[in-house]
């Protein structure tokens, strides 16, 4: 007679921290349930707003600002300024500036231009030399 496979206990230790041992989630002898079944209960409780072409371009342009060394949260502090890594951002603003030329609508075009001018502004003032 064949033997039988053995199961294995799948458990989710994020909400104690991971120190003891949780209850099981879950139990199979043969397949585990996927890892987008387990969910917890911040990512229900709000749900984001939807991402757009301008949410995007607003979020690497925060990126790239703060890599300036804006700080946006007075209460955090203030993350080590990194013109290259900046530049970057800039740079694949710029790109993707010209790939979606003619496919903007006016609102996200003038979003992606404006970032664009502002985020070049700042960093011509810091890389300059004084």
């Known amino acids: ?11 989710d230790r994020r909400a104690s921290g991971g120190d ?8 199979t002898t043969h397949e585990a ?8 209960e911040s990512a229900q409780s709000a749900p984001s707003p939807p991402v757009t072409f301008s949410s995007f371009v607003i979020s690497l342009g925060s990126s790239s600002l703060m890599l ?4 946006f949260d007075p209460q955090q502090p203030a993350m080590p ?11 694949l603003l710029s790109v993707l500036e010209d790939k979606t030329n003619g496919n903007l609508t006016a609102d996200e075009q003038t979003v992606l231009r404006d970032m664009l001018y ?11 030399p004084k």
């Not at 300036?68 to 700080?71: K, L």
């Not at 013109?83 to 800039?90: N, R, V």
């Open 81 to 91: 300024v990194n013109l290259p890594q900046a530049k970057e951002i800039i740079d």
């Open 20 to 27: 003891e041992a949780a209850p099981a989630t879950a139990s």
């Open 118 to 128: 502002a985020l070049r502004m700042k960093y011509v003032t810091l890389a300059s």
């Open 1 to 11: 007679m064949a033997e039988q496979e053995q199961g294995f206990v799948i458990r």
């Open 33 to 40: 349930q996927p890892a987008a079944a387990v969910t917890t």
């Open 68 to 71: 300036m060394g804006e700080q």
